[in-house]
């Protein structure tokens, strides 16, 4: 369908205005913006030269016409995205449901299962397995940038980093991988977890665990904190992924980080039980977090699978933290996916849409959709320290996704896998890693 050349015309290209560098834009940005529909999606036609975007036009204007010598496609109003930003993954984990479901599919479970799966079976050749299985995915569906986290204590540290460094290494030329160390923070007090910050700064990773409230957690932060600045790392934090009012991590990572004047990226992931808090409690959260510069990422299929849920009783509760009072704020809210078929979470397949999808419906950020895309592909890049990724912008690379769908409501009432995905302008490959190339490591 599209030109197997890097230089061509993408006329009447439908981008949601969010994700235009409006800088960038031939003519006036307001041409532009005064066109937007009210979902906020503007027409546009994209000159792609060596791969790269040279031109963005208003659709239709004088300027793009005058490009007579190269291929013209004509999208016909379809959608156009950046790349996906996925910056919340357990690639680690993934894709062990059948060997080891979760048996109730609460919380406590999915830590017991995870626990037993991987002393049993996360040697090298598993995780490489399965990790690249979903990487195989991710690219497929047109993602470019993922953050990892990795069960990191004891001897799997060594085994699952290793596998991720492979990973990285040989998937360098298509996706940006970033890892996280993930440990309950009480195992940083340890010397273990002095050598553990020690791997995260050798391998260019991040710094992070799950917070807990206990009786230690001020102690705990404060060694987190510490063990980052000394190797200049920066972190990435679960929190408060339960629905107990009581749980307020999240506010005392924004008070340590400001005591410390930690200048690092900070990253908080879950932070459900923000949205059963008083409303004093949540006001006097918001203000630390903004002060302390802390990215929220919210991860609303697995909350939706894991809060809430009690044996033969229906849940009431969605499981989502105040994405929307996070946003007026004025905090970097991201949308991750989290877990896929593993305890945590029996479903997914590493596509961002269906996250955006499902984020939609669940957090209804539909009315109005505003700059919400910017959640899956300019905020998570930012967060990530990606600027150059998650959006259309003249100069960057034109890794883009191609939707036949012309709007929100038909980009989100059907899988869209008929999608195409462009790699500095060529479209790649999107066929999809067969599950039956695991088979032989699901048997029990
Ligand atoms: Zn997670």
């Not at 999606?41 to 963005?56: P, R």
Request: net charge negative.
């Amino acid at each position: 369908m599209l030109p197997s050349t890097s230089n061509y015309l993408l006329k009447n290209a439908c981008v949601p205005l969010c994700l235009i560098e409006t800088q960038s834009i031939a003519l006036n940005a307001d041409t532009i913006a005064t066109r937007q529909t009210r979902d906020g999606l503007c027409m546009v036609d994209l000159e792609i030269a060596t791969g790269a975007i040279a031109q963005i036009t208003p659709a239709g204007t004088e300027l793009s016409s005058s490009k007579g010598d190269i291929p013209v496609i004509d999208w016909r109003g379809g959608l156009v995205f950046p790349c996906f930003v996925d910056m919340h993954t357990h690639l680690d984990k993934a894709h062990a449901w059948e060997r080891s479901p979760n048996p109730d599919g609460t919380f406590s479970s999915a830590i017991e299962t995870v626990g037993a799966d991987a002393q049993k079976n996360w040697n090298a050749d598993d995780v490489y397995r399965r990790m690249e299985f979903g990487l195989k995915c991710s690219y497929a569906h047109g993602t470019k940038a993922i953050r990892t986290h990795i069960d990191s204590g004891g001897e799997q540290a060594n085994i699952s980093l290793a596998v991720f460094e492979e990973l990285r290494a040989e998937w360098g030329d298509r996706l940006i991988l970033q890892a996280v160390s993930l440990v309950s923070l009480d195992y940083l007090l340890t010397p273990a977890g002095e050598k553990l910050a020690d791997k995260m700064a050798e391998i260019g990773g991040i710094f992070g665990g799950v917070a807990y409230v206990n009786p230690d957690l001020d102690q705990q932060l404060d060694r987190v904190f510490s063990l980052a600045k000394e190797r200049g790392l920066n972190l990435d934090f679960h929190t408060d992924e339960n629905d107990d009012p009581e749980s307020v991590t999240l506010r005392e990572i924004a008070k340590t980080a400001i005591r410390h004047q930690f200048a690092g990226q900070i990253i908080c992931g879950h932070c459900c039980s923000l949205a059963v808090q008083p409303p004093e409690l949540v006001t006097e959260t918001l203000i630390l977090v903004k002060e302390a510069n802390i990215g929220i990422v919210t991860l609303p299929m697995c909350n939706l699978y894991l809060q809430d849920r009690q044996s033969g009783r229906t849940p009431r509760w969605r499981g989502v933290t105040l994405v929307h009072e996070l946003k007026a704020a004025g905090i970097p809210i991201a949308i991750a996916s989290d877990n896929c078929r593993d305890p945590f979470y029996g479903f997914g397949d590493h596509d961002v849409l269906e996250v955006f999808n499902m984020a939609v419906r669940i957090a209804h950020l539909d009315m109005p959709y505003g700059d919400w895309p910017s959640a899956v592909t300019k905020t998570p890049a930012d967060l990530m320290g990606l600027p150059n990724l998650g959006r259309i912008a003249v100069g960057l690379p034109a890794d883009l996704i191609l939707f036949k769908a012309r709007n929100f409501s038909e980009l989100l009432s059907r899988s869209q896998r008929d999608r195409t995905v462009l790699w500095q302008g060529i479209e790649i490959d999107t066929t999809l890693p067969d599950y039956r190339e695991l088979d032989d490591l699901l048997v029990t």
